[in-house]
């Protein structure tokens, strides 16, 4: 008798309270089982919830077929299913299989309602040939965690119920039931890193060590709570060392840290930030190039999708900047929304005590510029002296990198306003009276 059952069972139980489970459903005889499990599960219970997806990459002569084959699977298990089109284009060099699965993950991501479960059918082999890849890649506990039961995906959750299933206790269940499953031929080609680890090297490695799939499984739980425990300390050192309003990290306080704590908090404080992870490499040049380089210097390490600079002390973390035509002048209404160029943001205008001068805002010309004259000098309203820019920004803490990117308001070819920062002489009104107020969204 299959214990598949069973081990679903234990699984949903220690899932968040939902009435919405939603399978992602290939056709293959993996997922095939798992909907098949859950339809069961649920065909008589009061959960009405339970869905099925299959994602058409179109990537086969053949995917048209497998879409209405999972149509019908769906249909005779009275599950519903709704399958989602892709269109794939991969970039030259990018591989079509990490496109097609960063595609397949944002398709799911974008259905998935908050407190959602979405289930996948991985399983203890699936576990062991993610960690061997991951070990290739020279990964660290992270890495070799591979795959969680259970993680939080979007708005909800992923739960992966089989990970503790064999092969063979799948494929047992697959036809004692009589499924009837698609067998895609990519699956086969050692074109792909995993194909070629799940055709040659498993097989060899389990004639020696037949429990390969389940003390690699093992040792991948081992590395999570290893892991667990490295997030843990990188999260009290990083609260210690953030400035929550910035999102800037404190040097000095990184500096304190034994390296490999460093390194811990500086992968903690990317992932809070919502950038991918540099490789080894370049966490190693944050290291390095931001403690070294000279008090003079602009150190940036950057690598697809992310940039760290600094600047007086503190670390930075941003997308790539976009290349900026500081000729570039603009013309504002001064009442709608502008967007700016090069990922600057937007300026707004609203009205409220002192402020610019509405008289000159509505008679005025209003260009918005980003050339700054190094000689060009300029008198902040309420002062008795006029100052440069390069002391307008150490005042305000302009990092460098974005001092040639400051949205210069001119009104009628007079500077009036530089960004929200600071107002010029002689546009001011005093706070008495009703002016126009510049908010520059980031």
Same mark, same amino acid.
């Given at each position: 008798?299959?214990?598949?059952?069973?081990?679903?069972?234990?699984?949903?139980? +220690?899932?968040?309270?939902?009435?919405? @489970?939603?399978?992602? @459903?290939?056709?293959?005889?993996?997922?095939?089982?798992?909907?098949?499990?859950?339809?069961?599960?649920?065909?008589?219970?009061?959960?009405?919830?339970?869905? /099925?997806?299959?994602?058409?990459?179109?990537?086969?002569?053949?995917?048209?077929?497998?879409?209405?084959?999972?149509?019908?699977? =769906?249909?005779?298990?009275?599950?519903? =299913?709704?399958?989602?089109?892709?269109?794939?284009?991969?970039?030259?060099?990018?591989?079509?299989?990490?496109? /097609?699965?960063?595609?397949?993950?944002?398709? %799911? !991501?974008?259905?998935?309602?908050?407190?959602?479960?979405?289930?996948?059918?991985?399983?203890?082999?699936?576990?062991?040939?993610?960690?061997?890849?991951?070990?290739?890649?020279?990964?660290?506990?992270?890495?070799?965690?591979?795959?969680?039961?259970?993680?939080?995906?979007?708005?909800?959750?992923?739960?992966?119920?089989?990970?503790?299933?064999?092969?063979?206790?799948?494929?047992?269940?697959?036809?004692?039931?009589?499924?009837?499953?698609?067998?895609?031929?990519?699956?086969?080609?050692?074109? @792909?890193?995993? *194909?070629?680890?799940?055709?040659?090297?498993?097989?060899?490695?389990?004639?020696?060590?037949?429990?390969?799939?389940?003390?690699?499984?093992?040792?991948?739980?081992? =590395?999570?709570?290893?892991?667990?425990?490295?997030?843990?300390?990188?999260?009290?050192?990083?609260?210690?060392?953030?400035?929550?309003?910035?999102?800037?990290?404190?040097?000095?306080?990184?500096?304190?840290?034994?390296?490999?704590?460093? +390194?811990?908090?500086?992968?903690?404080?990317?992932?809070?930030? *919502?950038?991918?992870?540099?490789?080894?490499?370049?966490?190693?040049?944050?290291?390095?190039?931001?403690?070294?380089?000279?008090?003079?210097?602009?150190?940036?390490?950057?690598?697809?999708?992310?940039?760290?600079? +600094?600047?007086?002390?503190?670390?930075?973390?941003?997308?790539?900047?976009?290349?900026?035509?500081?000729?570039?002048? %603009?013309?504002?209404?001064?009442?709608?929304?502008?967007?700016?160029?090069?990922?600057?943001?937007?300026? !707004?205008?609203?009205?409220?005590?002192?402020?610019?001068?509405?008289?000159?805002?509505?008679?005025?010309?209003?260009?918005?510029?980003?050339?700054?004259?190094?000689?060009?000098?300029?008198?902040?309203?309420?002062?008795?002296?006029?100052?440069?820019?390069? *002391?307008?920004?150490?005042?305000?803490?302009?990092?460098?990198?974005?001092? *040639?990117?400051?949205?210069?308001? @001119?009104?009628?070819?007079?500077? /009036?306003?530089?960004?929200?920062? =600071?107002?010029?002489?002689?546009?001011?009104?005093?706070?008495?009276?009703?002016?126009?107020?510049?908010?520059?969204?980031?």
């Amino acid at each position: 008798m299959s214990m598949l059952p069973q081990w679903l069972e234990k699984h949903l139980d +220690r899932l968040p309270g939902t009435d919405r @489970y939603l399978v992602a @459903y290939s056709g293959g005889r993996d997922s095939h089982v798992l909907l098949h499990l859950l339809a069961r599960r649920f065909g008589k219970s009061s959960v009405p919830g339970l869905s /099925a997806v299959h994602i058409n990459h179109g990537l086969q002569p053949e995917a048209g077929k497998w879409a209405a084959h999972c149509l019908e699977v =769906c249909r005779k298990l009275d599950v519903p =299913c709704r399958t989602i089109e892709l269109k794939l284009a991969p970039a030259r060099g990018e591989s079509p299989e990490a496109q /097609a699965r960063e595609a397949r993950y944002q398709a %799911l !991501e974008s259905i998935i309602e908050t407190g959602d479960v979405l289930m996948t059918a991985h399983h203890q082999q699936d576990q062991a040939e993610t960690v061997l890849l991951q070990l290739f890649r020279g990964a660290g506990p992270a890495g070799l965690s591979a795959m969680p039961a259970l993680s939080r995906f979007g708005r909800g959750y992923m739960a992966r119920p089989l990970l503790d299933a064999s092969v063979a206790d799948i494929d047992d269940y697959a036809r004692r039931e009589q499924l009837c499953w698609i067998d895609d031929p990519t699956n086969q080609s050692f074109q @792909y890193d995993r *194909n070629f680890i799940r055709n040659r090297i498993i097989p060899i490695l389990s004639g020696r060590w037949p429990a390969l799939a389940r003390t690699i499984s093992r040792s991948a739980r081992h =590395c999570a709570e290893s892991q667990e425990l490295v997030d843990t300390i990188a999260a009290a050192d990083l609260a210690e060392i953030r400035d929550s309003g910035t999102h800037t990290l404190a040097l000095p306080g990184l500096l304190e840290l034994a390296s490999s704590r460093a +390194r811990a908090v500086l992968r903690a404080w990317i992932r809070s930030e *919502n950038f991918p992870l540099p490789g080894s490499v370049q966490l190693e040049r944050v290291l390095s190039e931001m403690t070294t380089a000279g008090r003079d210097r602009n150190p940036l390490v950057q690598w697809p999708g992310a940039e760290i600079r +600094r600047f007086q002390d503190r670390l930075y973390i941003m997308q790539p900047m976009a290349p900026l035509n500081d000729d570039l002048s %603009l013309v504002w209404d001064g009442h709608t929304t502008l967007r700016l160029p090069a990922g600057i943001g937007r300026l !707004e205008s609203c009205t409220g005590p002192g402020g610019l001068s509405q008289a000159h805002w509505r008679t005025g010309v209003i260009r918005i510029s980003f050339r700054v004259h190094r000689q060009q000098r300029i008198r902040i309203a309420g002062r008795n002296h006029s100052t440069s820019f390069k *002391n307008l920004f150490q005042q305000f803490a302009v990092p460098v990198w974005n001092r *040639n990117r400051i949205p210069l308001v @001119y009104l009628d070819d007079e500077l /009036a306003a530089v960004a929200d920062l =600071c107002i010029c002489e002689p546009f001011a009104v005093p706070e008495s009276e009703q002016g126009i107020h510049i908010n520059w969204i980031r």
